[in-house]
């Protein structure tokens, strides 16, 4: 049981085009919605998170969008570079994020950008 | 620096031989996890523990042992190791709360 659908599974840019990444939850007690990044070889670190009180965040060239009535949210890389093909995964948690608990990945989206 | 040590980082052994990969952290974090990685499942919880001597199940916890005996470490432990347990596992801590994870460098395991 997948709480966390990701979208595509993989996406190919061209540099300076924007990557879009999409994820759907459907637990309705999730509310802190982190993404991270992944490079070949290394563990994830994070990326950029967003609670469900703003609807949208953004951090340089990343910006999450959050609807929460669709229960969706998306990363958008504007400007994409070589240097953000990576690994991307979106997860969900409860409790804004202070659960020690479970913390639900999406299936992970593979970005490469070409130069 | 901070970071968080698996070992070993690469693994082949045979069905039933026992084996255990070790996490270390060394931010004094009290919350640290094992997930797995499998291509198109993303990553999955296998146990988390939220302080010493606390452990509890993720979500595909079958075949695996964890202990927290101290702070800082929290071992993977296979008993009986299977094919199906061929995976890339990550170990991760966290301060409080498990949105805003740091993730160990992964320990690639083949069984043959």
């Known amino acids: 049981q997948q709480q966390v659908k990701q979208s595509p599974q993989s996406l190919i840019v061209q540099k300076g085009g924007i990557s879009i990444i999409n994820c759907a939850y459907e637990?309705?007690?999730?509310?802190?919605f982190p993404w991270y990044q992944q490079f070949p070889g290394k563990g994830p670190a994070l990326l950029i998170a967003?609670?469900?009180?703003?609807s949208e965040k953004k951090e340089g060239r990343f910006t999450i969008s959050f609807n929460k009535s669709a229960k969706q949210f998306s990363l958008h890389i504007m400007d994409s570079q070589p240097g953000d093909s990576a690994t991307y995964f979106c997860a969900a948690t409860p409790d804004g994020g202070t659960s020690y608990g479970k913390l639900t990945f999406g299936q992970g989206t593979i970005l490469t950008v070409h130069p | 620096e901070a970071q968080v040590t698996q070992n070993p980082r690469y693994l082949i052994t045979v069905t039933g031989k026992k084996l255990t990969v070790t996490c270390s952290q060394n931010m004094n974090h009290e919350y640290m996890s094992w997930y797995r990685q499998d291509p198109g499942l993303g990553l999955r919880q296998i146990y988390y523990s939220m302080n010493v001597e606390v452990t509890d199940k993720g979500d595909v916890p079958e075949g695996y042992k964890v202990s927290r005996k101290e702070k800082r470490n929290f071992p993977l432990i296979l008993e009986s190791p299977s094919p199906n347990q061929t995976s890339l596992y990550f170990c991760?801590?966290?301060?409080?709360?498990?949105?805003?994870?740091?993730f160990g460098e992964g320990s690639r395991l083949t069984v043959l």
């Open positions: 967003i609670r469900p009180d703003v």
């Open positions: 991760a801590s966290a301060l409080q709360g498990a949105g805003e994870l740091f």
């Open positions: 637990n309705t007690a999730f509310d802190y």
